[in-house]
DNA sequence: CAAGCGTGGCT
DNA sequence: TAGCCAAGCTT
């Protein structure tokens, strides 16, 4: 073992976090566990993460669990989490093994959906100890850092990740670059004073740390108006499963129509889908942004005489954005 | 391979 | 405060 590789797993093992999924020691942990913690915290912060971790864990304890379920249900857990795409590929590769088995490969892993190189790598190092290397956010700066590479390429990336790993214990060793990057050498006003291996950081020799990695640039945010209708019938209201895939894919929501031309266009084009005369009451605007998106709806509101099915919406899954418009029914216990 | 995919915390 | 960022994956 090599002198950096000493000095940071001796600081992890001295000052890991307490975190919801480290039950066990790293390398020996339950893969579905593993597996699961992983996919919620992609993109996601720890302290919302593990909300949803322990609540899926509480309704799902195992794997076979989440296979017996339909999709809805596992839906309605994740309500409110993002990027819907991970509780729909969590599903069907739960199903891929209940029936095969956890995969004991990387390949394997691969092969099912929703998970890629890093979160194969993850699952496999912590609950199996392979010496497999992982890259996120938080490896891909260390390394940036401890190797001055202000703009590193994802081949790059995994390489000197490969090449770092502390094959004995790389479950621990994964772990420990995570949390460095996470708790020490973060993005921002690192704390380079107390970083374990800032004597083998050459950002930190050449005081470059604030420079690397380079920002990335930024996608422009799109603007999209569009136009919701609210079907009520004083109780519950008509809600649609979106389309899988696609933005909120597989979440409910209401008739959405997006403005090409003007907002009357739209409208029209709307109650000419449902088949309705009324041309619909105006009830209020909703803003809604996400990272790359801001939305701008206009609701109109129309009391149901029609033969479209309505609903209860706490029965089913819903984004942020439906909630908002939902709000603006005014119905008394609606979720 | 660059763009699409949610939401909330932090400064 | 408006923007940046968070244990990525898919197409």
Redesign the pocket.
Same mark, same amino acid.
Request: glycine share 12%; charged share 25%; proline share 5%.
């Given at each position: 073992m090599s002198e950096l590789q000493t000095e940071l797993l001796e600081w992890y093992f001295a000052n890991a976090r307490v975190?919801p999924? =480290?039950d066990r020691e790293a390398g020996t942990r339950d893969p579905y566990r593993t597996w699961l913690?992983?996919t919620l915290?992609?993109?996601?912060?720890?302290? =919302?993460g593990s909300v949803y971790y322990t609540a899926f864990l509480e309704v799902f304890p195992t794997v076979q669990d989440l296979a017996d379920a339909p999709l809805e249900a596992v839906l309605k857990l994740w309500e409110?989490?993002?990027?819907?795409?991970r509780a729909r590929?969590l599903h069907a590769a739960a199903r891929v093994i209940a029936q095969h088995g956890f995969p004991t490969t990387l390949e394997g892993w691969?092969a099912?959906?929703?998970? $890629? #190189?890093? *979160?194969?790598g993850?699952v496999l190092s912590l609950s199996r100890n392979a010496p497999l290397p992982v890259v996120?956010?938080?490896v891909r =700066?260390v390394l940036a850092r401890l190797l001055v590479e202000p703009d590193p390429t994802e081949t790059w990336l995994w390489v000197q990740a490969e090449q770092l790993i502390d094959s004995s214990q790389p479950g621990a060793w994964n772990?420990a670059m995570?949390?460095l $990057?996470?708790t020490v050498c973060?993005? #921002?006003k690192p704390r380079c004073a107390s970083c374990p291996i800032n004597s083998h950081c050459a950002a930190f020799h050449a005081a470059r740390v604030d420079q690397i990695p380079a920002?990335?640039p #930024?996608?422009a945010v799109?603007q999209i108006h569009a136009v919701a209708l609210l079907i009520t019938d004083g109780a519950r209201v008509y809600l649609e499963q979106r389309a899988l *895939? $696609?933005?909120?894919?597989g979440l409910h929501g209401v008739p959405l129509e997006v403005v090409a031309s003007t907002r009357d266009d739209a409208l029209a084009a709307l109650l000419e889908r449902y088949g309705l005369a009324a041309t619909g009451e105006w009830v209020g605007k909703v803003a !809604? *942004?996400? *990272? !790359? =998106?801001q939305f701008q709806l206009e609701v109109y509101h129309l009391t149901s005489s029609t033969a479209l099915p309505l609903e209860s919406p706490q029965h089913v899954a819903l984004?942020?954005?439906d909630a908002k418009v939902l709000a603006l029914s005014k119905l008394e216990a609606l979720f």
């Open positions: 975190l999924w =480290r913690s992983e915290l992609q993109q996601t912060q720890i302290s =919302r409110g989490a993002g990027y819907y795409a590929n691969r099912l959906p929703g998970v $890629g #190189r890093y *979160t194969a993850a996120d956010g938080n =700066r772990e995570i949390e $990057g996470a973060m993005p #921002r920002p990335k #930024r996608v799109k *895939t $696609g933005l909120l894919g !809604h *942004t996400m *990272t !790359h =998106r984004s942020k954005l």
